[in-house]
């Protein structure tokens, strides 16, 4: 059952209708039910995966949450502790908690790594030891990598850790805890939920509210056009350029890459509009997971606005706390003598920004091509933090004003052209031919291509083309209105009945019409999905 | 102390106006890596120890909130 799929229409259905009937106290029980449903049906029978995961990280919780309140309770009891003693107890508790998180952290993401990296990490064991003349075949797993593990592991740990940081109090029914890991739209490809957030939302019985149920539907409508009208489109021309990338030179190779980006883009928020659509008729709002990331004017911007929930993760459960850890800013003193000031107090700033990319690299699969995909965004960001006053110097010297639409325009353009080639090491079939396909980007210049008919040999008919072209044109409209702060479903609500009416029968017609579904164009397959 | 907060916040970042804006961090105006340089000069200049889980946006989204936290610590 996938999300663009009668039966999951039907099942969205079905489970509304039943939500709304449920008595307030228990709809989250129907949610659960739905939840687990969706999960065994899609899940090919690894959801005691994920029911193992939920188990760890409902067991650690329980555990961290006691030590918080003997923490508490101890200080209530004793108010006339000093600042010293206070700061003596937090370390000692603190080591008793961290034992505990460090177990609950390993058990949790055992599966995560074993099934997702065991077979590379195997490959290239053997790879090593076959240099040293040590013969045999890498032993290997057969086993399905079970749905949304990549997503929910990151959700059920980012719970244990806020509980350790005393931002939650545990949650004592397993049942709820298992509704906020597996909340079924969400499972397939997030956003990934923080407890804080989720949890009130999923456990609260909501009312059937019209107007949430309608922005919601529209939400979901808006989703499929992105996904069905855009990004199946974009991805005949970009799986073309990828998969014969020999044939392709110069400007072809990037604009297959900034071809991809506006694929993904579609697909993946796409994807995100439909579950947050589907959330919204059940009065629960999820957390955003795009911001018009190729408005971005710079690349630490861009990961801002790209896959926050992601970004959001690694800046608070990595970037954060390797950065303010006594190693790294121990480190920082001795870089300080060697590089200076400047340079010195940004190194371990750096590389712990270095470590967080290169998760969010391994996290797209077990590769080296996605190892050097999040290395490309952290050299860059860390590349241009370093060179910003060289830059600003530049600037300066060339008089260039940087408060005009201009620069502006130039720094959007060198962003996604930036993202662009990053986009190269994810997509290409492996690290090598990313490698070959940028070296051909630059062995041939041929802007001809652009004018001379060769963007109609890709795969997509001058139809096509056109269609694909009027999407992005109300794609970028529609995120331009947006980025001025307007509310396009509120906005459309204000107008007659019949205008809105009109809208949205339109909608279902040009996607019933035009979206790219069926046989020919799998579209059930979201990109984000095989992560 | 609040004085010696908004000479750090200025040399840090020039290009901010401290005292008016009132979203600091949920606007992206700081970002992680101003967040942890900031962080750094606040321990050194107040003797704190200002943690992760103290890292929430409400206690950065203001010059206001960057002191609440900063007197916090150090009682």
């Not at chain 1, 241009?384 to 060339?398: D, F, H, R």
Request: charged share 20%.
């Amino acid at each position: 059952m996938t999300l663009i799929s009668v039966e999951f229409a039907l099942f969205w259905l079905v489970t509304a209708l039943l939500y709304f009937v449920f008595p307030l106290k228990y709809r989250w029980t129907v949610l659960l039910g739905s939840s687990l449903l969706f999960y065994f049906w899609n899940g090919l029978g690894t959801g005691y995966f994920m029911l193992f995961t939920v188990a760890a990280v409902y067991v650690t919780g329980l555990l961290l949450d006691k030590y918080n309140n003997e923490h508490k309770d101890y200080l209530k009891s004793h108010p006339d502790m000093t600042r010293d003693e206070k700061k003596a107890l937090k370390q000692k508790m603190q080591k008793k908690k961290r034992c505990i998180l460090s177990a609950g952290l390993v058990v949790s993401f055992a599966f995560l790594v074993f099934l997702k990296y065991f077979n590379f990490l195997s490959g290239q064991a053997f790879s090593v030891l076959s240099l040293f003349g040590v013969k045999g075949t890498a032993p290997k797993i057969d086993l399905a990598l079970p749905l949304g593990i990549s997503f929910y592991t990151l959700q059920a740990t980012s719970y244990i850790v806020d509980v350790y940081r005393g931002k939650l109090a545990a949650e004592k029914n397993f049942a709820k805890m298992t509704l906020f890991v597996s909340f079924f739209p969400q499972i397939i490809q997030g956003p990934i939920g923080r407890f804080g957030h989720m949890a009130p939302q999923l456990f609260e019985g909501h009312r059937f509210d019209f107007r949430e149920a309608k922005f919601g539907t529209q939400l979901f409508l808006w989703g499929l056009i992105k996904k069905l009208t855009l990004a199946e489109y974009m991805g005949i021309i970009a799986d073309e350029i990828f998969g014969n990338y020999t044939q392709y030179k110069g400007l072809i190779i990037l604009f297959g890459a900034m071809v991809y980006g506006v694929q993904v883009y579609a697909d993946f928020s796409g994807g995100m509009d439909m579950i947050s659509g589907v959330a919204q008729v059940f009065g629960i709002k999820m957390a955003v997971n795009f911001e018009r990331p190729y408005f971005a004017r710079s690349v630490s911007e861009f990961w801002r606005r790209w896959h926050i929930t992601l970004g959001a993760w690694m800046r608070d459960y990595v970037f954060y706390p390797l950065s303010l850890s006594k190693a790294f800013a121990n480190m920082g003193k001795k870089t300080r003598k060697v590089f200076g000031t400047y340079i010195g107090k940004m190194l371990p700033t750096f590389l712990a920004s270095f470590i967080a990319f290169f998760l969010v690299g391994v996290w797209h699969g077990s590769s080296y091509k996605y190892v050097v995909y999040g290395l490309w965004n952290s050299v860059i960001i860390s590349g241009s933090i370093l060179l910003e006053p060289v830059y600003k110097k530049i600037i300066e010297k060339l008089k260039i004003n940087t408060e005009c639409f201009s620069w502006q325009l130039f720094q959007i353009l060198r962003t996604f052209l930036l993202v662009s080639v990053g986009r190269i090491f994810s997509r290409a079939d492996s690290l090598m031919i990313s490698f070959n396909m940028i070296k051909n980007m630059f062995s041939e210049f041929n802007p001809w291509v652009l004018t001379n008919g060769t963007l109609y040999t890709f795969g997509l008919q001058p139809r096509q083309m056109f269609l694909v072209f009027l999407v992005i044109i109300v794609l970028f409209v529609v995120s331009l209105m947006q980025e001025k702060g307007m509310k396009i479903r509120e906005s459309l609500e204000k107008q007659n009945m019949l205008f809105q009416w009109l809208v949205i029968i339109g909608a279902i017609i040009f996607v019933a019409i035009y979206g790219a579904y069926g046989d020919q164009f799998n579209a059930a397959d979201f990109v984000y999905q095989q992560f | 102390m609040k004085e010696k907060l908004l000479t750090i916040l200025r040399e840090l970042r020039a290009d901010v106006d401290f005292e008016n804006e009132t979203a600091l961090v949920t606007d992206g105006i700081l970002d992680s890596f101003d967040i942890v340089s900031l962080v750094a000069e606040l321990n050194a200049e107040f003797d704190i120890t200002i943690g992760v889980d103290d890292l929430e946006p409400e206690n950065f989204d203001t010059v206001d909130a960057m002191a609440q936290l900063i007197e916090e610590l150090a009682d």
